[in-house]
């Protein structure tokens, strides 16, 4: 599989995302710069963690609105798997590639933790290595993780099967609604999510559990 | 010219921070604060000198960048002289 | 604007903390009177922060070299080598009193500080820790010092990139008014590729780089520009803030020009800025410097010479840079959305020239600037060495399990983990151990080393007895990495002490450096780096003398490290070291029997003793024989044995000391003692080999259940331990209103 | 009674975030911005009727919890009806 890892001034997890995708798809990604305005071939476009632009104005907004931008919502539109993980989701709801937004912590603090997560929807391209129901431990490190979006767009997030992944077990650490830990666009083929799978892949990391994420979309785009 | 951007969330979105502020209000002795809603505020100089055009520029720049209007309201103020 | 050539008179002397005979050596050096700016930069470079006049005399007597030490103190950051052609590069610095007036941007510049100075060197930073000290918890100022000092030091390191792994909090009466936040930060590099500051060749451009300067935290022109009356409320001296975006900008644009071949030297602006990186270029170098400060990237309006070479803004660089990569170099700053400009170059004549609008603003020798600031051998006298405590002058506890409740719920020895949650400390994927253990363990990237790291002092053994203090601080640290089963390396201090001028004060610091140095010596474990925070005092009452030590050790394979958590019930619990039940300056003492001004002796630090001990745990370690290690340090055997099983969800039973009371046993504070598990079969040769190498090691118990049991007694529950350990600090800084 | 407190950094003092709006705006085209600087907007809901009353416990508010007052002015408005 062919991947690619967008970088924005700021960004702080892609070495860490550049490391699991090329442990587990054997193939190094491409390294994106955001003032680019074309990806390369790629079967997958990864969105990474950090703090683009500081975090400052909103989470996401200036990166949401950077040059390799139209680039990424053309090929979510050919149905390229795009994946933002933590300021990568923000991004991409910023963008609006994925409804809603994410707000400020409930605690209001940073918060960096190990969290149990419920794969509410194994039936995506995202999570179709996972058992339905099943719960993994998953480490979160944001400061906004706080999902909110209209009743009417909730309702049918939850009624099409677009939450991915929610938060178990009372370990919801940000107040986000209904427990949503990560979501699909209509289409499928965009996910976001807070927590960081790319910071669960082997045994130093206390579990391999992120891996299957990854290797949901190997076989969905085999 | 000289100008100011409110940017407020809209009726109904959650606002943590301004929860957060109400509760701490509270324990800080203050009593009857019936609710607190946190906002941001631009501050924008701008070479534009024809108060249209400014007030144009800053309708964009706010439609584009300054506010989320899925959960933000703004409204532009222009130092008028 | 502050003109150049005011007068200078006595006030404007003292109010840039120069003394008579300091202005008349200034006097006497140039031949004439300074201007303005000159005497702004002498007070940079001749401050105590700069010069380190009153300690310097202390400071070379530490042991800085070893086989491993690639660079000792005098950069940037110390350098030590760990094989394979890699190098640790490390150092701690305190920002005390901005955290003081800023909490949140005080410590995050702090961070953004050090953080510079290990990527100045050419290091990827790996690990960032913090000591943080602060007053008692009932003052009205620390839950807001608390609540500032946590997020900024998270906020920076979070958005910077860097884990946040460890690090220390206390809270004591002498910290009221003025807290301590000492941040540690370390980096990964090549061993042949260091950058260091010293400036080489004639006429080279002398290169800005990173955020624009503005009038942050010009202290010295308080009263200046309020004398000369102009927009004295524009020129008022403002907080640094953090900007880590800015940093991480700088961090890669620094990497990826460092990689092209262009620096020659590179030296970061932190405390007086453009003054103290300048010089120290040129002076290294032995060369001349020429400015030209109309060239310097400005965030505001009509800055004079003297705020300019004053500013402490953040986020800045100052590089000589190779002319036939001057595009290049450029070419990498702007993809980075970094200022970068040519403020000046390198010259032969050895003068500290500054110009501005084309005039000369300071015109000064540059060598002397540094070799000449005064050095002082402040008189000092030594505390009267502390007696030993009988422990039966300690009241006993009726009820151990609940003496012990509470002293897990102490302000001292709670649950940090409040702290730790708010910092990220699993970013880039290599923590292998993270914070709440006795050192933390970053995985070398893609393996197999590993490197341990830890912060430790305990302020109320320095200030009983300042010797054994300094000895117990650099002990611990060592006693640290060897639990995880790391191999010690090297430390970096940061020295945090009240008023110099006064003797006995002074006697602390003379104290604690020669402790300091005992144990280094004895442990073969250099001090590489380092930090001297003088005049900590308020209303003429200094802190605890805290010099907080920061250690990194080496593991040759991660996966040999191990943790304190009990992993199985059923295994043996052995007690590696001698316990004498010593009560003396300990927790128990202190916080359960309330005895706060008691004057007796700290637990004395035999460091041969601990020596043999730790090497003797760290090979059992290594050979893969332990299953969880932790030492015995605040609090004692019960409490290091409740946070194994707290962390392990584990209970155990054990059997104390049949001779000692059973409190002097329990919460006595001796040192060079760890407790270890292994499976039962292999207790008895384990203590054989513990005999055989000279080791005392006494088996104390067995793991298992839900709850501490000591000799068949009352069972304590684990879980009421737990609430209680867990929920001090989060329930103390709900208690109060914090954004 | 309805209330708004601006709070705005001081002169001098560093915005790392109006400087990266004012970087986002020039790169969505919009020249001619020659400064941004972000605030903070509190709109508050007091029980208080005494304007005079509602505006001691504003300024309270903000020196104690709102506004820090080392690197941060505030300036508080009543809703006057
Ligand atoms: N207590 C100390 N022990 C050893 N070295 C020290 C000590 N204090 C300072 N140093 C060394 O002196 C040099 C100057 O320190 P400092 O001024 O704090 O560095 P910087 O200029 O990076 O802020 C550094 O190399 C530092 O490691
Ligand atoms: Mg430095």
């Known amino acids: 599989m062919k991947s690619a890892v967008v970088v924005f001034p700021g960004s702080n997890r892609e070495r860490d995302m550049l490391r699991a995708l090329e442990t587990i798809t054997g193939t190094r990604p491409a390294a994106v710069w955001h003032a680019d305005r074309d990806l390369p071939d790629t079967d997958l476009v990864v969105l990474c963690g950090g703090f683009s632009y500081g975090d400052y104005l909103r989470t996401g907004a200036i990166a949401a609105r950077g040059n390799i931008m139209p680039a990424i919502a053309k090929a979510a539109d050919r149905g390229v798997r795009v994946l933002g993980v933590c300021n990568g989701f923000q991004i991409l709801c910023e963008a609006g590639l994925l409804p809603g937004v994410l707000m400020r912590n409930a605690g209001l603090k940073f918060v960096c933790k190990h969290v149990d997560l419920e794969v509410a929807n194994a039936d995506t391209d995202f999570t179709r290595k996972y058992e339905a129901g099943q719960v993994w431990r998953c480490p979160v490190a944001h400061g906004d993780g706080n999902y909110f979006t209209d009743p009417e767009t909730l309702k049918r997030l939850e009624g099409e099967g677009r939450v991915g992944l929610r938060y178990a077990h009372g370990t919801n650490p940000n107040g986000s609604l209904n427990d949503i830990a990560g979501i699909l666009n209509e289409r499928g083929n965009v996910f976001g999510l807070m927590p960081h799978p790319e910071n669960m892949i082997e045994p130093l990391n206390g579990s391999t559990d992120g891996r299957a994420l990854f290797e949901s979309v190997l076989e969905a785009v085999a | 010219m000289k100008a100011r951007i409110k940017v407020t969330l809209k009726n109904g979105v959650l606002d943590p921070q301004g929860k957060a502020i109400e509760g701490a209000l509270g324990s800080l002795g203050f009593s009857g604060v019936a609710s607190v809603r946190q906002g941001k505020l631009f501050e924008v100089e701008l070479a534009e000198t024809d108060p249209a055009k400014a007030r144009a520029a800053l309708e964009e720049m706010s439609k584009k960048l300054l506010a989320n209007t899925v959960i933000e309201n703004y409204a532009v103020e222009l130092d008028e002289k | 604007m502050i003109p150049n050539d005011v007068r200078i ?61 690639i660079c000792g103190p005098g950069e940037n950051a110390g350098v030590v080598d760990i094989g394979d052609g890699q190098a640790i590069i490390f150092k701690m610095e305190s920002h005390n009193h901005p955290s003081y007036i800023e909490p949140h941007e005080g410590a995050a510049t702090g961070v953004g500080g050090i953080l510079r100075d290990v990527f100045t060197m050419g290091a990827r930073p790996i690990a960032a820790l913090n000591a943080l000290r602060f007053g008692e918890p009932d003052h009205p100022r620390t839950r807001h010092i608390v609540s500032g000092v946590v997020a900024g030091v998270g906020g920076y390191g979070n958005s910077f990139g860097v884990p946040t792994i460890g690090g220390e909090v206390n809270f004591d009466p002498s910290y009221n008014g003025n807290c301590l936040v000492n941040a540690f930060a370390a980096g990964l590099a090549d061993a042949d590729k260091i950058f260091y500051s010293e400036a080489k060749g004639v006429g080279l451009p002398i290169v800005y780089l990173g955020s ?125 959305g970094l200022d970068f400009a040519v403020i000046g170059k390198t010259t032969d004549d050895l003068r500290f020239l500054i110009k501005q609008h084309g005039q000369v603003m300071a015109d000064l020798p540059i060598k002397e600037l540094g070799d000449q600031a005064p050095e002082y051998d402040r008189p000092w006298i030594a505390a009267e060495k502390p007696k030993p405590l009988d422990p039966a002058d300690v009241p006993a ?99 945090n002490f ?228 867990e929920s001090w600090l989060p329930a103390y800084m709900a208690a109060g209103a914090e954004l």
């Open chain 3, 397 to 495: 506890p009726n009820d151990i399990g609940d003496v012990l409740t509470r002293m897990l719920a102490l302000p001292d020895m709670c649950s940090r983990r409040w702290v730790w949650e708010q910092y990220d400390h699993l970013i880039q994927g290599n923590t292998a151990i993270g914070p709440g253990g006795d050192a933390a363990v970053i995985r070398v990237e893609n393996g197999p080393k590993g490197l341990a790291f830890t912060l430790d002092v305990t302020p109320r053994y320095c200030a009983a007895d300042p010797r054994e203090g300094g000895r117990q601080a650099v002990a611990e640290c060592w006693r640290n990495l060897t639990a995880v089963g790391a191999e010690p390396l090297a430390i970096t201090d940061n020295l």
């Open chain 3, 498 to 725: 009240g008023n110099p001028e006064k003797p006995d004060i002074m006697g602390q610091f003379v104290g604690c450096i020669e402790g300091i140095g005992d144990a280094c010596r004895a442990l073969d474990f250099p001090v590489v780096s380092g930090n001297v925070s003088l005049y900590n005092e308020t209303n003429g009452k200094g802190i605890l003398p805290t010099p907080a030590i920061g250690a990194v050790g080496l593991l040759d394979n991660f996966e040999q490290r191990v943790t304190v958590a009990f992993k199985a019930a059923g295994e043996a619990i052995v007690l590696i070291g001698e316990t004498k039940g010593h009560l003396g300056q300990s927790i128990y003492l202190r916080d359960i029997a309330g005895k706060t001004n008691d004057r007796s002796a700290p637990p004395p630090v035999d460091l041969a003793v601990e020596r043999r001990n730790g090497d003797f745990v760290r090979t059992e370690i290594r050979a893969g024989r332990t299953t969880a290690v932790h030492d015995i340090s605040d609090g004692g055997i019960l409490v290091a044995l409740a946070e194994m099983a707290m962390a392990g969800g584990l209970g155990a039973s054990v059997k104390p000391d049949a001779v000692l009371p059973l409190h002097a046993w329990a919460f006595g504070e001796d040192q060079a003692r760890y407790l270890v598990t292994m499976p039962e079969k292999e207790a008895e040769a384990f203590i054989a080999r513990a005999g055989k190498a000279g080791v005392p090691a006494t088996r104390l118990g067995t793991t298992g259940g839900n709850e501490l049991t000591l000799n068949g007694g009352v069972p304590i529950s684990l879980t009421g331990i737990k609430a209680a350990h």
């Open chain 3, 212 to 336: 624009k300067t503005g009038r942050d935290g010009i202290h010295g022109a308080t009263m200046a520009s309020a004398e000369f009356g102009e927009n004295s409320e524009e020129k008022r001296p403002t907080v640094q803030i953090g900007d880590p975006f800015s940093e991480k900008l700088l961090l890669e644009a620094c990497l990826e020009l460092m990689a092209s071949g262009a620096v020659i030297a590179i030296q970061d602006m932190g405390a007086a800025g453009l003054t103290c990186s300048a010089v120290e270029m040129g002076a290294k170098g032995d060369l001349g410097v020429e400015l030209d400060l109309d060239k310097v990237p400005c965030r505001e309006d009509g800055m004079t010479a003297y705020e300019m070479m004053l500013s402490e803004s953040q986020e800045r660089m100052l590089m000589v840079l190779d002319p036939a990569k001057e595009k290049e170099a450029e070419a990498i700053f702007v993809k980075w």
């Open chain 3, 9 to 69: 008179t006595p006030e404007l002397i003292a109010e840039h903390g120069l003394k008579p005979d300091e202005y008349q050596r200034i006097l006497d050096l140039i031949g004439r009177e300074p201007t303005l700016t000159e005497l702004g930069i002498f007070s940079a470079m001749w401050n105590e922060h700069c010069s380190y006049k009153s300690s310097k005399k202390w400071l070379r007597t530490l042991p800085t070299t070893g086989p491993r030490v």
